[in-house]
């Protein structure tokens, strides 16, 4: 066991900053800065770390074990990346979907493709949609990446760890890459340990212990990651399902614009799909014109006759042209039967049935 991994769990880098983050907790607690509770149970899924942790997946996988056990969800978030400045945005009514990736963001526009059924809104200030969400009929409001909004009180707060990144080297931004210090984990009800398989099984056993001494009584959770195909993105926007072994010899130019790209290259080889090359881009990548002309150049140059993103990146290419067929990999959690469990017995759910 590595020297940093201990250190996942140990002292912060910037006192000032992890000083000014645990004075805004304390305020938020002394109810000097206002947080807005809701008639209808909060569940907030988030985490301490910059970067991807597998949070829009888990949001996903909620919204739906909510629909299927009675409940009418609506899906809360930032919309980070978006060109809007309103202060309510309703990207999908449940039935309709109204607002494009490049006004809302990628995430909240993907969520509402995926998720028929479940209303999606977003907002800088998060208490105007909830409260919007629940005017609409809402009865469970999800929060997506929610831990570090307290602005609104919350009745289950999930946090997620990456397996493969666990807490790095425990520095606190910028000089490393969580947004909090590790005690406000205190304010979460669980972990969840995502992306685990039998290669870093136990990577993830020694952290979930090292967990469990420093914060008894908060359950830890382990949830798979896994893509269940692709799909075929149309001229005109509409997606067929297909499966990875239908382009397994096609000549494929891969990219994303997701905070770990080895993590899509990681999926391509699960699928037994070998691109011709990956191009990573950054995180939440705006699509203009001249980056999918350069883009084109790329697979002419590599002779490939097919394009290969993630879905977050396939919603903001609706409006492109790619001259060559465009697929994206969707992915699923697979959390442990425990999360389930947690979820709908919790008592705050079970008295809003």
Avoid at 119 to 140: F, S, Y
Avoid at 147 to 167: E, G, N
Wanted: glycine residues 8%; positive net charge; charged residues 25%.
């Amino acid at each position: 066991m590595t020297r940093n991994f201990y250190y996942g769990l140990g002292r912060p880098f910037s006192p000032l900053y992890s000083a000014a983050m645990r004075l805004r907790e304390k305020l938020y607690q002394k109810n000097i800065f206002k947080s807005t509770a809701f008639e209808v149970p909060v569940i907030s899924v988030g985490n301490l770390t910059l970067g991807g942790t597998g949070k829009t997946p888990m949001v996903q996988f909620l919204a739906r074990l909510l629909l299927d056990n009675g409940f009418r969800p609506a899906i809360i978030s930032r919309g980070y990346g978006g060109a809007t400045k309103e202060r309510i945005n309703i990207v999908s009514d449940g039935k309709e979907i109204f607002l494009g990736a490049d006004y809302v963001g990628d995430e909240p526009r993907m969520l509402a493709e995926s998720l028929p059924g479940v209303p999606v809104l977003t907002g800088i200030v998060r208490k105007l949609p909830a409260a919007e969400a629940v005017r609409m009929g809402a009865n469970v409001l999800l929060l997506d990446d929610g831990f570090q909004h307290m602005a609104i009180r919350r009745d289950l707060d999930i946090v997620l760890f990456s397996t493969d990144k666990l807490a790095g080297n425990s520095r606190v931004f910028p000089g490393g890459d969580l947004r909090e210090p590790i005690n406000a984990l205190h304010r979460c009800h669980a972990f969840v340990l995502t992306s685990t398989n039998e290669e870093n099984q136990e990577r993830a056993e020694s952290f979930k212990a090292l967990l469990n001494k420093k914060f008894p009584n908060k359950p830890v959770f382990f949830s798979r990651t896994f893509p269940t195909g692709l799909l075929l993105q149309q001229a005109n926007g509409e997606k067929t399902p297909v499966q990875a072994k239908e382009i397994a010899d096609q000549r494929c130019f891969a990219f994303c614009g997701i905070a770990r790209p080895e993590g899509f290259q990681q999926t391509l080889k699960d699928l037994s799909i070998k691109p011709v090359a990956l191009r990573p881009l950054a995180d939440h990548f705006a699509y203009a014109a001249k980056t999918v002309r350069q883009l084109i150049r790329e697979a002419q140059q590599h002779e490939a006759n097919c394009f290969l993103c993630t879905e977050k990146d396939l919603v903001k290419l609706r409006q492109f042209d790619l001259r060559l067929s465009l697929y994206g990999v969707v992915m699923e959690a697979q959390p442990d039967q425990g999360v389930i469990d947690f979820i709908v017995s919790h008592n705050t759910l079970q008295r809003k049935k």
